[in-house]
């Protein structure tokens, strides 16, 4: 797979360097200025995890899982090491490059807009002020929590376990049931059918995405 996808992404123009194992990754990384990491969890010596959870010591390159490996709990726990994104085998050369693509965008270091606006819903941060339509949707604190929290890092795959500790605090982590309540409260303030999701769609036994991306207020 390693030749498959180096020769799809040389053929669109990226540069590519390859690494057949965790330890030769590890050193690649640190010693090129790479813009994004693509990584197998079943590498020799040093496994795809632990890869992860040591290049987030030191380096907050964009990281994307590419595994066979498609249960909730292997995708929970890379994402919750430190991956942005995580993609299963078999994939599509085009799915791979609009994640790859998503995933640039969102690391990219421009400065974020004070006001996020999605079509007819804005979200004014420093004010923390919420409008549909140009009507003010009244949020509770917790709710607001949830919101910011998903609605600056749109389209991410936002873990149960990373959502708990941003918007409840560091000793949270395994209460899903709070999210699921809160997730539903936001859902009907925002008009947001989760079987037509526009806003945050669910990723079963793993999180949740904010779906669109802001244009500029």
Not at 81 to 105: I, S
Request: proline share 8%.
């Amino acid at each position: 797979m390693l030749r498959a996808v180096a020769n799809a992404l040389r053929a669109r123009g990226y540069s590519i360097a390859t690494a057949g194992d965790g330890d030769t990754a590890l050193r690649m990384i640190a010693e090129q200025p790479l813009d994004l990491v693509l990584l197998d969890l079943g590498l020799p010596k040093v496994d795809g995890h632990t890869v992860i959870t040591r290049l987030r010591t030191w380096s907050d390159i964009p990281v994307i899982v590419l595994s066979v490996r498609e249960g909730q709990d292997e995708k929970a726990s890379a994402l919750d090491a430190g991956a942005d994104d995580y993609v299963t085998k078999p994939f599509a050369t085009k799915e791979l490059l609009a994640r790859m693509r998503a995933v640039l965008r969102r690391s990219s270091p421009e400065h974020p807009d004070p006001v996020l606006v999605f079509d007819e819903l804005e979200i004014d941060l420093p004010r923390q002020l919420i409008k549909m339509n140009g009507e003010p949707i009244h949020l509770t604190p917790t709710e607001y929590r949830l919101l910011e929290a998903m609605a600056t890092s749109p389209g991410k795959l936002l873990t149960h376990g990373w959502l708990l500790r941003k918007v409840w605090g560091p000793g949270y982590g395994t209460e899903s049931h709070y999210l699921r309540l809160y997730v539903r409260q936001l859902r009907q303030k925002l008009h947001d059918d989760p079987a037509r999701p526009r806003w945050i769609t669910t990723e079963p036994g793993v999180g949740y995405r904010w779906l669109p991306e802001p244009r500029s207020s």
